[in-house]
Antibody, heavy 124, light 112 residues
Framework: QVHLVQSGAEVKKPGASVKVSCKAS????????IAWVRQAPGQGLEWVGW????????KYAQKVQNRVTMTIDTSTTTSNMELRSLIPDDTAVYYC?????????????????WGQGTLVTVSS | QTALTQPASVSGSPGQSIAISCTGT?????????VSWYQQHPGKAPKLMIF???NRPSGVSARFSGSKSGNTASLTISGLQAEDEADYYC????????????FGGGTKVTVL
């Protein structure tokens, strides 16, 4: 079955960078994409970005687009999300989720399997 | 990005039916059939309950159903059960201004 396993919790100081990994298994990796969604403590879900494992296309939320980079490694079926210049408002649980391999033309828009989440704490 | 609008809370007694609304614009909820619904229990990852407005993934109870009218989508839970108590989020793909996915603020469902 489909599994997405994320790296462990991180504590960072403001201004630092963090990299969260997401290892996928149980399906053909390049037939889908990976989305990243975060949830601040006690708050709702916020989409951070998406990357296609099919062709590497990516799209980032405007709020973080100048600070985030998402990558795909098809040899290890892993996606990484790096967030730079961290601020306290970046404190959240970050989830990866399986999504469409392409936007609009793929015809689907849902995130059907999710990782367990990675808590990133930004504090001085 | 401005979130989709959901009621903060909805409650019902066991066996009753409840509906959660999700209001957006013609660029997201009212556009492509991109509305999804997610259930999240405390401390757990979200779980897909409805995709493409009306479709249920394999394994999701038929008590959960989705619909859409104009710029408002709805999730209906019939035969409410204690295990349905959770937070529910809608999501849609926004095609204009800043394309990308947008979530609703979430609805806390309480089973009385």
């Amino acid at each position: 079955q489909v599994h997405l396993v994320q790296s462990g919790a991180e504590v960072k100081k403001p201004g630092a960078s963090v990299k969260v990994s997401c290892k996928a298994s149980g399906y053909t990796f390049t037939n889908f994409g990976i989305a990243w969604v975060r949830q601040a403590p006690g708050q709702g879900l916020e989409w951070v970005g998406w990357i296609s494992a099919f062709n590497g296309n990516r799209k980032y939320a405007q709020k973080v687009q100048n600070r985030v980079t998402m990558t795909i490694d098809t040899s290890t079926t892993t996606s990484n999300m790096e967030l730079r210049s961290l601020i306290p408002d970046d404190t959240a649980v970050y989830y990866c989720a399986r999504g469409p391999y392409e936007i609009l033309s793929a015809g689907d828009f849902d995130f059907d399997h999710w990782g367990q989440g990675t808590l990133v704490t930004v504090s001085s | 990005q401005t979130a989709l609008t959901q009621p903060a809370s909805v409650s019902g007694s066991p066996g009753q039916s409840i509906a959660i609304s999700c209001t957006g614009t013609s660029s997201d909820v009212g556009g492509y059939n991109s509305v999804s619904w997610y259930q999240q229990h405390p401390g757990k990852a979200p779980k897909l309950m409805i995709f493409e407005v009306i479709n249920r993934p394999s394994g999701v109870s038929a008590r959960f159903s989705g619909s859409k009218s104009g710029n408002t989508a709805s999730l209906t839970i019939s035969g409410l059960q204690a295990e349905d108590e959770a937070d529910y989020y809608c999501s849609a793909y926004r095609t204009t201004v800043t394309p990308g996915w947008v979530f609703g603020g979430g609805t806390k469902v309480t089973v009385l």
